[in-house]
């Protein structure tokens, strides 16, 4: 592990914070009306200058934690303010960044700018720690203290419901995260009785061993507050209610951002820590996802407000990465954490997107809305971009993760994927729809006085264009980063089962020594690495497929559509 | 006379030998105690009633000196260790001076809040302070003793102090009507705390708590049912004090009808002397019969943390929500008792002390908001406070967060420690149950800093648009088209919540397993007097306040301070 001597992650974590207080303490009367937001918004960007400089550091093929800081917080206690970052987090990361400015200057409140300005602010410290917290205690402290900003975020700006909306939020997190507690406790202290140290650092506790029960046990106390959080069917019910009536930066934010932190979690905690569980419990974790997939899917079809059919879209989108998570490949993996990165940034352009629908018309429903289209047509263009990207159009972002979580789960769990690409084609149906009811059709008088994008909306919206862009084109510098740390943890995962190779299992890079007994395609262990994960189970066909697929990085991330047809020339 | 025969006459008379008393280790009891009856004979002195500042003054200066002798204890204790003194009566050691302290700064803060309280309400008079001063040196008694008997004393010094101060208000009926209640059941429970006594005696040939360890690691008692009879007497005692389930009865009428600054006060110090008693008979002289009483504290810890937060829930009056919420919280500590060891009895004791701050701060902004006569503790009056006082708002949001044990407060470590000693003792099913009450109590917590960030004046805005039916029938469909078998939405009516007629319907679901379903009042419409009531903050309450807010949240952030300090009060635990 490498020490900077400047503590790049102490600095990015409490710059918001310390924001958030100036913000909070600056009395309303001595200053101009803009200064609140003025002053959020430089703290938001520098943040994001901060976090570029870390991407700009970040060593590539470093598959380890970096730039770590760790201090004693409380001694007797065992806890550690202990930092540190990954190819996992750092998109996280710099995604969180970008987001928050953009949300900042796009979304504003429409009261008391100083309060939304310090919650905003404050959320984005405990999400930032969140990722980057290695102490389990320290990851939990963020991961609640999220609640409280987004709790007031909800109750006090948003819209007819929110007070309801707000405490279902925050009781249904609150309650899942009562068993994670129990459960990082349980953990430190069987650590603790087989070392005699006690400690809650993931990297001291990912040695604990733990019988094939507990490790269950304790694998679902992590994933019910985990679940809860992402949402993943069925602990989602809080999201509908909370996306749908908090105010339009509030639900870019939630749903974005702070979401992640469930699949996050799962990612970084349930797999590093309960390897044996992970495989014991996958196919589980997989069907939840494919049926949140399809429920979501399904019922977002049946929604009458466009916030409502997002958030819904959402909960799909959750079950792919909840997919590629637990297929236990490289691919499918790194498929989970790209599509992370995608859909904070879509869906955030979707709310954003919508709240100003909700600006200009006061309304989100379909019924309400038509013909948007002729007088409003950047905005219709955006939408439509953005919306072509959350279906998985090849060229944007969307496509990347998919396809990888899908060639991923097909490797090891073939039916799995087969069933989950349906939702792909749901996803097409109801977004479509809904952009035609809205955006088609002959306008009424007061459609017709709808106005488009101004030019500082365009300039918001802009970043996030882009990279969505940019994402679907060429992901490689993302892949390159990400990979490394996914291979080390799925090289981890495998190495608990007892069923799989050794030789896949030493290795920390994508390319780990041949001559393991993934015997029955040659094709597999001749071209790629990664296909030796796939466990010698798979047949020629998915081989050659898969020599194509990105755990080579610049196949995949080039010419994502050429290496689907070259699987299907097959 | 001769030597020999003064001796002869020495002999033939029976000697009574006073022990040697080491007036060091029982000072801060001797303050407190002198303070109340310096009150006393000052305020008899002068012709007229004694001036309220000026009992004030001497509330606050008596209360600063007895948290100086417990410090200056603390540093004695630390240099030439634990001892018992007093012929075996006193114990003086890190955690006899651990509740000293807490009981200290309980006292201070009372006083700061009670001065504008007395004001207010004009009910004259130092009896607060003389009252709250007895009660807080019977709560010190409790702290240090080292002997059943002592005990006894120092419970008894304390409550018939509380009996008084819950009817101090005359003017209030509730008052009376609490003291009355509280009177009598207390009278009750601490019958039944002698015989409990009277039996461990029986059972074991004194009161005198290291002997009774002694003779119990030393003997195997064959036919222990006179033990367990005197164990389980004592525990109802004890779960009396505390408030724990099925012994809490009292306590909602008690909250509500006592003066609101005697609220807090008897919600810290009751709790902090009646948790010292039980923490050091229980586990340090019956540690050798755990087996036996630990799965009675499992029951009552489960059963204070589930009633006291599924009953705060339609609570609509602040006072008797705190109430709840403070049975709930007493079902947290005992966590740590039933865990029974060094962890739990550590983390115990820092619940106890920084739930003396959280406590008497939320109390001292529900004393000044109240109007004139102690009166409008229902739930709308704090609509749209945070507009009118923003930083009266954000402290007791800060406050109940804290409660509910919100990360960066010493909330969340106390929580945090307990369920950690409770994870350290196997007692998983019971901190899964622990966490899980903390989140329906964040409910109601949330239920407050909702109604004060609220605009004053609007309706029910987040309820007003579906009735209550329609809003759990969605909730419920979503549910149930989910699959999972919940039964949300379809769940009892609340009795208040049908009786007002608006309410949003929270279907509260376990993640997985079975749904507890609730239709809670999340909110109403404020009577139209209340809107944009400005109350003024006395400076006093304001210091307890921001003493409060300031320690509930800095020692969040810097835990190691106070952790250090209930750790090490632990190891010089005799």
């Keep these: ?570 | 006379m001769s030597p020999s025969l003064l001796l002869g006459v020495a002999a033939a008379t029976p000697r009574f030998r006073t022990p040697h008393i080491d007036y060091l280790s029982i000072l801060p009891i001797l303050i407190m105690m002198g303070g109340a009856v310096a009150i006393v004979v000052v305020s008899s002195l002068v012709r007229r009633q004694l001036r309220t500042g000026v009992g004030t003054l001497l509330a606050i200066v008596t209360s600063l000196a007895a948290l100086g002798a417990s410090l200056t204890q603390w540093a004695d204790v630390a240099d030439h260790g634990a001892k018992v003194t007093i012929a075996g009566a006193v114990a003086y050691d890190g955690f006899s001076v651990f509740i000293q302290v807490t009981v200290s700064i309980a006292m201070l803060l009372t006083v700061l809040v009670g001065d504008g309280y007395l004001r207010r309400e004009d009910v004259g008079g130092p009896e607060l302070y003389v009252l709250a001063l007895l009660s807080a040196s019977g709560a010190m008694v409790m702290g240090s003793a080292n002997d059943l008997i002592v005990i006894f004393l120092g419970l008894e010094i304390m409550s018939i102090a509380l009996y008084v101060l819950a009817a101090f208000n005359h003017r209030r009926t509730e008052s009376g009507e609490a003291a009355l209640k509280y009177f009598i059941l207390g009278s009750f429970s601490s019958a039944i705390f002698v015989y409990g006594i009277a039996l461990v005696y029986g059972a074991t040939g004194s009161t005198n708590l290291p002997e009774i360890a002694d003779y119990l690691s030393k003997n195997v008692v064959a036919s222990n049912g006179v033990l367990l009879a005197g164990l389980a007497l004592l525990l109802v005692g004890f779960g009396f004090k505390i408030a724990a389930v099925p012994f809490h009865m009292w306590s909602p009428d008690v909250y509500q009808g006592a003066p609101s600054p005697v609220t807090g006060f008897m919600a810290a110090v009751a709790k902090a002397g009646a948790f010292a008693a039980l923490l050091r008979v229980f586990v340090s002289s019956f540690g050798a019969e755990r087996a036996d009483w630990q799965p009675i504290v499992w029951a009552l810890a489960i059963l204070s943390l589930v009633v006291g937060a599924v009953l705060a829930l339609s609570q609509r009056d602040v006072k008797r929500m705190l109430a709840y919420s403070s049975i709930n919280q007493a079902g947290f500590i005992l966590l740590g008792v039933q865990a029974a060891d060094g962890r739990g009895v550590a983390a115990s004791l820092y619940y106890v002390f920084v739930y003396t701050f959280m406590i008497i701060g939320t109390f001292a902004v529900v004393t000044v908001l109240a109007r004139t006569g102690d009166r409008g503790h229902d739930l709308s009056e704090y609509r749209g406070l945070a507009k009118r006082q923003p930083l009266l708002a954000g402290a007791l949001a800060i406050l109940l967060l804290a409660q509910a044990g919100v990360p960066f407060t010493t909330g969340f470590l106390a929580k945090f420690q307990v369920v950690a000693a409770a994870v350290d003792a196997h007692s998983y099913a019971l901190a899964a149950v622990a966490m899980a009450s903390g989140a329906i109590a964040a409910f109601f917590y949330l239920r407050v800093a909702i109604a004060m960030y609220s605009p004053a004046g609007a309706s029910g805005d987040d309820a007003s648009h579906e009735p209550a039916g329609a809003a759990g029938a969605g909730v419920g469909g979503e549910a149930g088209s989910a699959g999972s078998g919940s039964p949300a939405g379809s769940g009892m009516a609340d009795p208040v919540g049908a009786a007002g007629g608006r309410g949003g319907a929270v279907g509260v679901a376990a993640p997985g397993v079975a749904m507890l379903s609730l239709q809670v009042l999340t909110d109403e419409a404020p009577s139209p007097e209340v809107a944009g009531r400005t109350v003024p903050v006395p400076a006093l309450a304001a210091t307890a306040l921001g003493l409060a807010v300031a320690f509930t949240v800095v020692f969040g952030i810097v835990p190691a301070p106070i952790v250090d300090f209930a750790h090490r009060a632990t190891l010089l635990f005799l």
Excluded at chain 1, 120 to 134: K, Y
Excluded at chain 1, 345 to 371: C, M, N, P, Y
């Design chain 1, 1 to 570: 592990m490498s020490h900077t001597p400047f503590p790049f992650l102490t600095v990015l974590v409490l710059l918001p914070a310390a924001g958030a207080v100036v913000v909070a303490a600056v009395p309303r009367e001595r200053v101009a009306r803009w200064f609140h937001e003025a002053l959020g918004v430089t703290v938001a960007m520098a943040t994001l200058a901060l976090a570029v400089t870390i991407a700009v550091r970040f060593k590539v093929a470093d598959a380890g934690y970096q730039m770590t800081s760790n201090h004693v917080w409380a001694k007797v206690l065992g806890i550690h303010w202990f930092l540190g970052i990954d190819g996992i987090s750092l998109f996280l990361v710099l995604m969180a960044a970008v987001l928050f400015p953009i949300a900042l200057l796009g979304a504003r409140a429409r009261r008391d700018p100083r309060s939304f300005v310090a919650w905003v602010l404050l959320l984005e410290a405990a999400c930032l720690g969140s990722f980057v917290s290695l102490d389990l205690v320290l990851f939990f402290l963020f991961f609640e203290l999220t609640l409280v900003p987004a709790y007031f975020v909800i109750g006090g700006w948003g819209s007819a419901r929110r007070g309801y909306a707000a405490i279902k939020f925050f009781v249904y997190t609150f309650a899942g995260s009562a068993f994670l507690l129990v459960g990082i406790i349980a953990v430190a202290f069987i650590h603790q009785a087989q070392t005699g140290v006690l400690t809650f650092e993931l990297p001291a506790l990912m040695h604990t061993h733990l019988s094939g029960t507990a490790g269950v046990v304790l694998f679902l106390a992590f994933t019910s507050a985990f679940a809860v959080k992402a949402p993943i069917f069925p602990f989602h019910t809080w999201s509908p209610d909370a996306y749908a009536e908090a105010p339009a930066g509030g639900s870019a934010l939630i749903a974005g951002v702070m979401a992640k932190l469930g699949t996050y979690g799962i990612i970084r905690f349930d797999l590093n820590l309960f390897p044996q569980a992970t495989h014991t419990l996958a196919p589980l974790m997989l069907t939840l996802g494919v049926i949140g997939i399809l429920y979501g899917a399904v019922v977002a079809c049946a929604q009458r407000d466009l916030k409502r059919v997002v958030a819904y879209s959402s909960l799909a989108q959750m079950g792919f990465i909840l997919l590629g998570t637990f297929a236990l490949t490289t691919q499918g993996l790194t498929g989970g954490v790209i599509m992370m990165l995608n859909h904070g940034l879509i869906i955030a352009a979707l709310f954003l997107l919508i709240g100003w629908i909700v600006e200009r018309r006061k309304t989100d429903k379909v019924s309400g809305l038509k013909g948007l289209q002729a007088p409003a047509p950047i905005l219709a263009g955006v939408f439509t971009l953005v919306m072509l990207a959350s279906i998985g159009v090849p060229g944007l972002n969307g496509f990347i993760g998919e396809f990888l979580v899908l060639s991923g789960t097909f490797l090891t769990h073939r039916w799995w994927a087969v069933v989950a690409t349906g939702g792909v084609v749901i996803a097409a149906i109801y977004l479509l729809w809904a952009y035609q009811q809205v955006f088609h059709g002959t306008p009424t008088e007061e459609d017709t006085k709808t106005r488009d994008l101004v030019w500082h909306e365009r300039l918001v919206i802009a970043p996030l264009v882009i990279f969505i862009v940019f994402l679907g084109v060429y992901p490689k510098p993302v892949l390159d980063r990400i990979t490394p740390s996914v291979d080390r943890l799925v090289a981890r995962v495998d190495r608990a089962d007892g069923t799989r190779q050794p030789a896949v299992a030493l290795s920390h890079h994508s390319r780990p020594g041949a001559g393991n007994a993934a015997t029955r395609t040659t094709a597999a262990t001749s071209t790629n690495a990664a296909t030796t994960r796939a466990g010698g189970t798979y047949t020629g066909v998915t081989a050659v497929m898969f020599a194509f697929a990105p755990a080579d990085g610049v196949t995949a991330g080039t010419t994502p559509t050429g290496t689907f047809s070259g699987g299907g020339t097959r």
